[in-house]
């Protein structure tokens, strides 16, 4: 049941599902106020949340081309809608130019308020921070009522889920919880109404799920998003004031967004391509010179944008992991491909010589730990090897020996990317290397070859010393829910895995 629901929600990129949980949310308060449900009048809904849509489309296709930066429609439209649910949608000449103001200060604070082109805050929200300071007019959070609470809910767990960011949120609402509870007890008011005002009544839902988990300003490993979430939970509560300052769900959010700032990597390249290398037949990688130097660790992503015509429902960005290491000069990528691809995947492959692409928001705990003794297990399924590639190339160029087995799991021979490194390793640094072959009519001629799928009994086989063993886990979704399982049948603590979901494959 929960991979059927994992399917269909990964044939949605994070951008689409979050415009049609958007959109959704404002479908179903335009059929409640009809039934007079919520106290605005449907017609206002629908002006309104078209006019700050619009507003912001065309706003940031206007500042995208003054400042020449290569940017998506789904970015624009999703704070266009976010601004639908929070800003009253109340028609009025005044409110008309409040909605434009709001939307045009959304989308001017991606490329003015930015440092090294990475924006550092949360667009609709730093908007209605500023027209709170300006014409003294802000959201109302109107999306926060007891009604559309299911709605917010429902459509957020699936978010969440497809993102990968539930401990994130948890803690966000934990931290809510307590910080509620612990002003209501010093301004002393009633515990109970603090908490039912803030499920029924507030922004706490709507704020956690869509506006904190927004990926350019949220922190990128999750030690710190923790840290980022307890903040923006700690301010939320209505009594949190500062001398005669109180705070508001966007200012909490702004100031969250302030230490994500702070604690970020603000890398953001516009790399330009060099090469394109077929490494497996449906696999190739893109290897691109950097416009400027940068710093990352092996094992770590980032996300990709390639405007092109005809944007497909699953929009113009992706995450792909370095497969470089940070030792080589330039920056590869290994990306894989399907007939009937993504307009995406089909825009890239039409990359030529010279192009140039921009590639943000380096991420990922996916990293080799700090202590080099630690002994650990790389369990790669299909194109999630690129990660291992990059470590291992970083192992091999500082020629590091660390106790690591590969257990690598393809179709065929000729499906195994990388192959002449992780054999380079072997032999030099000692790495112990399995490649399982699940295809049919193998020639199993190399000793390290092994026929099957990696299985809780290959896993003991090959790495006898599995308990004392950190594992590194890096493929589908399914790929990973399923050794992930087998890895904790075998009795690994949950503390000794860690996964890297190449969402996006169903
Ligand atoms: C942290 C992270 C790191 C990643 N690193 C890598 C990496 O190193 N290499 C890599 O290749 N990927 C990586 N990915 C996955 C990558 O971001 C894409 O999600 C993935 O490549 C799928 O790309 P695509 O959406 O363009 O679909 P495609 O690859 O074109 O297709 C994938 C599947 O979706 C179907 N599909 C395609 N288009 C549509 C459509 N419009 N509607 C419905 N179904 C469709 C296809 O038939 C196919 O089954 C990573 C993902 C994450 C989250």
């Known amino acids: 049941m929960l991979k059927k629901l994992d399917r269909i929600i990964d044939s949605f990129s994070m951008y689409r599902l979050l415009i049609y949980y958007l959109a959704g949310l404002l479908g179903a308060a335009f059929v409640l106020a009809i039934f007079k449900d919520i106290s605005y009048n449907p017609f206002s809904i629908l002006v309104s949340s078209s006019i700050l849509v619009g507003a912001s489309y065309f706003i940031n296709k206007i500042l995208a081309n003054f400042f020449d930066a290569p940017t998506g429609s789904d970015s624009a439209i999703i704070t266009g809608l976010i601004l639908a649910l929070i800003i009253s949608p109340t028609l009025g000449l005044y409110n008309v130019m409040f909605f434009i103001s709001a939307a045009g200060l959304a989308m001017a604070s991606k490329y003015i308020l930015a440092v090294k082109k990475k924006h550092l805050f949360n667009p609709a929200a730093i908007a209605v921070v500023l027209t709170a300071f300006g014409p003294k007019q802000s959201a109302s959070w109107w999306v926060g009522t007891g009604v559309l609470l299911p709605f917010v809910i429902i459509g957020g767990i699936l978010l969440v889920r497809k993102i990968h960011r539930a401990r994130m949120v948890i803690i966000y609402f934990i931290v809510t919880t307590i910080s509620t509870i612990f002003f209501a007890l010093i301004s002393k008011v009633s515990v109970g109404t603090s908490i039912y005002d803030m499920i029924f009544s507030s922004s706490v839902f709507f704020l956690g799920f869509v506006m904190l988990t927004e990926p350019l300003t949220s922190p ?285 494959y169903s």
């Open 220 to 504: 990128t490993t999750q030690k710190k998003q923790s840290i980022y979430a307890a903040i923006v939970g700690f301010l939320l509560p209505p009594q949190v004031h500062f001398l005669n300052w109180y705070t508001s769900p966007e200012i909490s959010l702004v100031i969250g967004n302030v230490y994500s700032f702070i604690v970020s990597p603000k890398v953001r390249i516009l790399p330009t391509l060099i090469r394109k290398i077929r490494t497996t037949p449906d696999s190739a990688d893109f290897i691109f010179e950097p416009d400027k130097d940068f710093n990352f660790l092996p094992g770590q992503y980032m996300e990709w944008t390639i405007p092109h015509l005809n944007t497909d429902s699953r929009g113009n960005r992706r995450y792909f992991t370095l497969a470089s290491s940070p030792t080589e000069t330039n920056i590869r990528i290994g990306v894989k491909f399907f007939n009937n691809g993504s307009s995406f995947k089909e825009s890239m492959l039409a990359l030529e010589g010279n192009s140039m692409v921009s590639a943000a928001h380096l991420a990922g705990d996916f990293v080799m730990p700090n202590n080099p003794r630690e002994k650990l297990a790389f369990i790669a399924g299909g194109i999630g090897i690129t990660p291992y590639r990059s470590m291992i190339k970083y192992l091999l160029d500082k020629n590091q020996r660390r106790d690591v087995v590969l257990l690598y799991s393809s179709k065929h021979v000729d499906d195994l990317a990388y192959k002449s490194i992780f054999d380079k390793a072997k032999k030099e640094l000692g790495i112990r290397v399995f490649y399982f072959l699940t295809g049919r009519n193998l020639k199993l001629d190399q000793d390290n070859f092994v026929e099957g799928r990696i299985t809780p009994d290959r896993i003991k086989e090959h790495i006898p010393d599995f308990m004392e063993r950190t594992f590194y886990i890096s493929g589908t979704d399914s790929m990973v829910i399923d050794t992930k399982e087998n890895l904790i049948k075998l009795g690994i603590p949950k503390n000794q895995i860690k996964n890297d979901y190449f969402s996006g």
